[in-house]
T-cell receptor, first 112, second 113 residues
Framework: QQQVKQSPQSLIVQKGGISIINCAYENTAFDYFPWYQQFPGKGPALLIAIRPDVSEKKEGRFTISFNKSAKQFSLHIMDSQPGDSATYFCAASTSGTYKYIFGTGTRLKVLA | DAGITQSPRHKVTETGTPVTLRCHQTENHRYMYWYRQDPGHGLRLIHYSYGVKDTDKGEVSDGYSVSRSKTEDFLLTLESATSSQTSVYFC????????????FGQGTRLTVV
């Protein structure tokens, strides 16, 4: 049973535009929400993460927005670049369990 | 920096044969994981380990077994490979101050024919 639902499956954005990927979760015990970036032929790599005590976290062009009441979180990529073209996964975990539940992934393509 | 080596990186095997994938880490991280990645399913946890000889099942463990006899090595075995096990397999370890970050290897592409 998929506990983290991710959308859209694929996304095409013009260079300089904003890319937005959304995730929704069901388990209220989740308290850590990372985003991973994966390039073809590589393993996923941690991009940015947030805990539910804050509503937003920004690192460079990447921002996580978190809505605890709606049980949703999203990744915003500002000024999207062709080098951002990759697959993005959201994930969730609960402290002490050391297990991560991943979304199904979003394939982002940024057009030059 | 944490380092993970997966071997082999690519493998083609026949249905019904046993297959073992190896994950080797260069540091003494306690938690290790095996995931499979398939289109439309994302990353799904097969098995994980929280110490030497301490393992537990994930959400898609049927047809797979694991062993961890040393801290640095985590083996994934397909006892009798089936075509449904054709996938990309990723090993991961938990890193960071509270072991909150999953750090992934490069992956093993397995094809069962």
């Amino acid at each position: 049973q998929q506990q983290v639902k991710q959308s859209p499956q694929s996304l095409i954005v013009q260079k300089g535009g904003i890319s937005i990927i959304n995730c929704a979760y069901e388990n209220t015990a989740f308290d850590y929400f990372p985003w991973y970036q994966q390039f073809p032929g590589k393993g996923p790599a941690l991009l940015i993460a947030i805990r539910p005590d804050v509503s937003e976290k920004k690192e460079g062009r990447f921002t996580i927005s978190f809505n605890k009441s709606a049980k949703q979180f999203s990744l915003h990529i500002m000024d999207s670049q062709p080098g951002d073209s990759a697959t993005y996964f959201c994930a969730a975990s609960t402290s002490g369990t050391y297990k991560y539940i991943f979304g199904t992934g979003t394939r982002l393509k940024v057009l030059a | 920096d944490a380092g993970i080596t997966q071997s082999p990186r690519h493998k083609v095997t026949e249905t019904g044969t046993p297959v073992t994938l190896r994950c080797h880490q260069t540091e003494n991280h306690r938690y290790m994981y095996w995931y499979r990645q398939d289109p439309g399913h994302g990353l799904r946890l097969i098995h994980y380990s929280y110490g030497v000889k301490d393992t537990d099942k994930g959400e898609v463990s049927d047809g797979y077994s694991v062993s961890r006899s040393k801290t640095e090595d985590f083996l994934l075995t397909l006892e009798s490979a089936t075509s449904s096990q054709t996938s990309v397999y990723f090993c991961a370890i938990s890193v960071g101050p509270q072991d909150t970050e999953a750090f992934f290897g490069q992956g093993t592409r397995l094809t069962v024919v």
